[in-house]
Protein backbone atom coordinates (compact mmCIF):
# COMPACT_ATOMS: atom_id res chain seq x y z
CA UNK A 1 0.00 0.00 0.00
CA UNK A 2 2.28 2.63 0.80
CA UNK A 3 4.64 1.98 -2.21
CA UNK A 4 1.52 2.33 -4.44
CA UNK A 5 0.44 5.67 -2.91
CA UNK A 6 4.17 6.82 -3.37
CA UNK A 7 3.98 5.43 -6.73
CA UNK A 8 1.10 7.56 -7.51
CA UNK A 9 1.48 11.17 -5.22
CA UNK A 10 5.53 11.22 -4.61
CA UNK A 11 4.18 10.87 -1.12
CA UNK A 12 6.38 9.17 2.37
CA UNK A 13 4.04 6.99 3.49
CA UNK A 14 3.91 4.27 6.51
CA UNK A 15 0.87 2.06 6.51
CA UNK A 16 0.56 0.33 10.13
CA UNK A 17 -1.24 -2.72 10.90
CA UNK A 18 -1.23 -4.21 13.96
CA UNK A 19 1.63 -6.46 13.29
CA UNK A 20 4.09 -3.55 12.94
CA UNK A 21 6.12 -2.30 15.53
CA UNK A 22 5.59 1.47 15.70
CA UNK A 23 9.03 1.93 17.82
CA UNK A 24 10.97 1.88 14.18
CA UNK A 25 8.14 4.79 12.97
CA UNK A 26 10.93 7.64 13.80
CA UNK A 27 10.23 9.70 11.20
CA UNK A 28 12.96 11.27 9.32
CA UNK A 29 11.38 11.90 6.13
CA UNK A 30 9.09 15.15 6.01
CA UNK A 31 6.69 15.55 5.06
CA UNK A 32 4.96 12.13 5.80
CA UNK A 33 1.55 10.51 6.20
CA UNK A 34 0.63 7.49 8.69
CA UNK A 35 -2.10 5.41 7.59
CA UNK A 36 -4.00 3.54 10.27
CA UNK A 37 -5.74 0.99 9.75
CA UNK A 38 -9.31 0.90 11.34
CA UNK A 39 -10.10 -2.79 10.75
CA UNK A 40 -9.81 -3.40 14.32
CA UNK A 41 -10.48 0.44 16.11
CA UNK A 42 -9.37 -0.91 19.45
CA UNK A 43 -5.58 -1.58 18.29
CA UNK A 44 -6.13 1.70 16.00
CA UNK A 45 -6.57 3.48 19.07
CA UNK A 46 -3.30 2.33 20.41
CA UNK A 47 -1.75 3.12 17.39
CA UNK A 48 -3.33 6.44 17.36
CA UNK A 49 -1.72 6.94 20.98
CA UNK A 50 1.55 5.90 19.51
CA UNK A 51 1.88 7.89 16.45
CA UNK A 52 1.45 10.83 18.85
CA UNK A 53 4.09 10.05 21.38
CA UNK A 54 6.70 10.78 18.63
CA UNK A 55 6.38 14.38 19.26
CA UNK A 56 6.24 17.33 16.87
CA UNK A 57 6.83 15.71 13.27
CA UNK A 58 5.59 17.18 10.16
CA UNK A 59 3.14 14.06 10.03
CA UNK A 60 -0.27 13.73 8.82
CA UNK A 61 -2.38 11.14 10.25
CA UNK A 62 -5.05 9.28 8.76
CA UNK A 63 -7.75 6.47 9.33
CA UNK A 64 -8.07 3.63 6.50
CA UNK A 65 -10.46 0.25 5.99
CA UNK A 66 -12.40 2.34 8.74
CA UNK A 67 -16.37 0.95 9.30
CA UNK A 68 -19.17 3.63 7.92
CA UNK A 69 -20.42 5.35 11.26
CA UNK A 70 -17.89 3.53 13.22
CA UNK A 71 -16.18 3.97 16.02
CA UNK A 72 -12.60 5.50 14.47
CA UNK A 73 -15.33 8.44 13.69
CA UNK A 74 -15.41 9.28 17.39
CA UNK A 75 -11.28 9.48 17.44
CA UNK A 76 -11.83 12.44 14.54
CA UNK A 77 -9.63 15.26 16.01
CA UNK A 78 -8.15 18.10 13.51
CA UNK A 79 -5.74 18.68 13.31
CA UNK A 80 -4.33 15.38 14.92
CA UNK A 81 -6.30 13.37 12.63
CA UNK A 82 -6.92 15.12 8.77
CA UNK A 83 -8.48 11.95 6.86
CA UNK A 84 -10.36 9.09 7.19
CA UNK A 85 -10.76 6.36 4.37
CA UNK A 86 -13.55 3.81 4.26
CA UNK A 87 -13.31 -0.04 3.77
CA UNK A 88 -14.00 -0.69 0.16
CA UNK A 89 -13.05 2.63 -1.14
CA UNK A 90 -11.75 2.90 -4.35
CA UNK A 91 -7.55 3.25 -4.59
CA UNK A 92 -8.35 6.46 -6.51
CA UNK A 93 -10.40 8.21 -3.71
CA UNK A 94 -7.15 7.47 -1.55
CA UNK A 95 -4.96 9.05 -3.71
CA UNK A 96 -7.67 12.07 -4.18
CA UNK A 97 -7.97 12.01 -0.29
CA UNK A 98 -4.16 11.67 0.32
CA UNK A 99 -3.35 14.39 -2.10
CA UNK A 100 -5.89 16.73 -0.76
CA UNK A 101 -4.14 16.18 3.37
CA UNK A 102 -1.23 17.20 1.93
CA UNK A 103 -2.12 19.98 0.65
CA UNK A 104 -3.64 20.82 4.24
CA UNK A 105 -6.85 20.61 3.68
CA UNK A 106 -9.15 17.21 5.68
CA UNK A 107 -10.72 14.14 3.94
CA UNK A 108 -13.61 13.85 5.95
CA UNK A 109 -17.47 12.99 5.15
CA UNK A 110 -19.91 15.64 4.97
CA UNK A 111 -22.21 14.35 7.95
CA UNK A 112 -18.61 13.63 10.03
CA UNK A 113 -17.49 17.76 9.32
CA UNK A 114 -21.22 19.08 10.21
CA UNK A 115 -21.17 16.94 13.70
CA UNK A 116 -17.52 18.13 14.24
CA UNK A 117 -18.37 22.02 13.38
CA UNK A 118 -21.74 21.73 15.08
CA UNK A 119 -19.91 20.99 18.19
CA UNK A 120 -17.69 23.75 17.67
CA UNK A 121 -20.70 25.68 17.10
CA UNK A 122 -22.79 24.26 20.52
CA UNK A 123 -19.20 24.76 22.85
CA UNK A 124 -19.36 28.17 24.92
CA UNK A 125 -16.83 30.32 23.65
CA UNK A 126 -14.20 31.29 26.15
CA UNK A 127 -14.78 34.53 27.98
CA UNK A 128 -12.28 37.25 27.46
CA UNK A 129 -9.97 38.32 30.61
CA UNK A 130 -12.81 42.04 29.91
CA UNK A 131 -15.78 40.23 29.74
CA UNK A 132 -15.77 38.47 33.39
CA UNK A 133 -18.83 39.23 35.07
CA UNK A 134 -16.85 41.39 37.83
CA UNK A 135 -16.63 44.06 35.11
CA UNK A 136 -19.82 45.14 35.60
CA UNK A 137 -21.51 46.98 38.49
CA UNK A 138 -24.60 44.95 40.23
CA UNK A 139 -26.68 48.10 38.62
CA UNK A 140 -25.24 47.15 35.29
CA UNK A 141 -26.12 43.80 35.32
CA UNK A 142 -29.58 44.51 36.47
CA UNK A 143 -29.99 46.59 33.90
CA UNK A 144 -28.62 43.98 31.03
CA UNK A 145 -30.56 41.34 32.21
CA UNK A 146 -33.66 43.51 31.71
CA UNK A 147 -32.51 44.62 28.52
CA UNK A 148 -32.56 40.69 27.86
CA UNK A 149 -36.54 40.65 28.32
CA UNK A 150 -36.58 43.40 25.65
CA UNK A 151 -37.67 45.65 28.34
CA UNK A 152 -38.14 49.87 26.90
CA UNK A 153 -35.19 52.16 28.34
CA UNK A 154 -38.46 54.11 30.36
CA UNK A 155 -39.91 50.71 31.30
CA UNK A 156 -36.43 50.04 33.29
CA UNK A 157 -36.43 53.48 34.77
CA UNK A 158 -39.97 53.00 36.27
CA UNK A 159 -39.35 49.93 38.03
CA UNK A 160 -35.56 51.00 38.81
CA UNK A 161 -37.09 54.65 39.71
CA UNK A 162 -34.33 56.43 37.79
CA UNK A 163 -34.69 58.34 35.19
CA UNK A 164 -34.31 57.68 31.75
CA UNK A 165 -31.03 59.77 31.50
CA UNK A 166 -29.56 57.47 34.04
CA UNK A 167 -30.67 54.40 32.17
CA UNK A 168 -29.15 55.56 29.15
CA UNK A 169 -25.82 56.27 30.84
CA UNK A 170 -25.97 52.77 32.34
CA UNK A 171 -26.51 51.16 29.49
CA UNK A 172 -23.73 53.05 27.51
CA UNK A 173 -21.13 51.97 29.83
CA UNK A 174 -22.58 48.46 29.85
CA UNK A 175 -21.99 48.78 25.63
CA UNK A 176 -18.40 50.10 26.85
CA UNK A 177 -17.36 47.49 28.70
CA UNK A 178 -18.62 45.00 26.50
CA UNK A 179 -17.07 46.12 23.58
CA UNK A 180 -20.50 45.83 22.45
CA UNK A 181 -22.46 48.53 19.51
CA UNK A 182 -26.06 48.05 20.17
CA UNK A 183 -28.81 46.32 22.69
CA UNK A 184 -28.78 43.49 20.56
CA UNK A 185 -25.32 42.78 20.63
CA UNK A 186 -25.42 43.33 24.53
CA UNK A 187 -28.27 40.42 24.61
CA UNK A 188 -26.48 38.17 22.84
CA UNK A 189 -23.81 38.77 25.00
CA UNK A 190 -25.67 38.52 27.83
CA UNK A 191 -27.40 35.05 26.55
CA UNK A 192 -23.71 33.40 26.09
CA UNK A 193 -22.02 34.54 28.80
CA UNK A 194 -24.91 35.06 31.79
Same mark, same amino acid.
Given at each position: ?7 ? +???? #??? &? %???? %?????? &???? @? ?6 ? %? ?8 ? $??CRSLGPVDQHVAF /???? @? ?10 ? *? &? *? ?14 ? &?? *??? %??? =? ?13 ? #? !? $? ?6 ? /????? =?????? *??? !? ?6 ? !? ?6 ? #? ?9 ? /??? /? ?7 ? +? ?10
Amino acid at each position: MAAYIHEK +TSAE #CDV &I %DSSK %DLIKLR &ITRK @PTLTLIDG %DDPDKALISL $AECRSLGPVDQHVAF /YNAI @PQGKLENLITPP *Q &I *QGIFYLNQSKEILIKG &IV *QIF %DGE =LWLPRRLLSRLLMKD #C !N $ATPPLKKH /YEHDL =LTAREM *QIL !NMLATGAK !NSEIAHKM #CLSIHTIKTHI /YHI /YKKLEVENR +TQAVRWASQNL
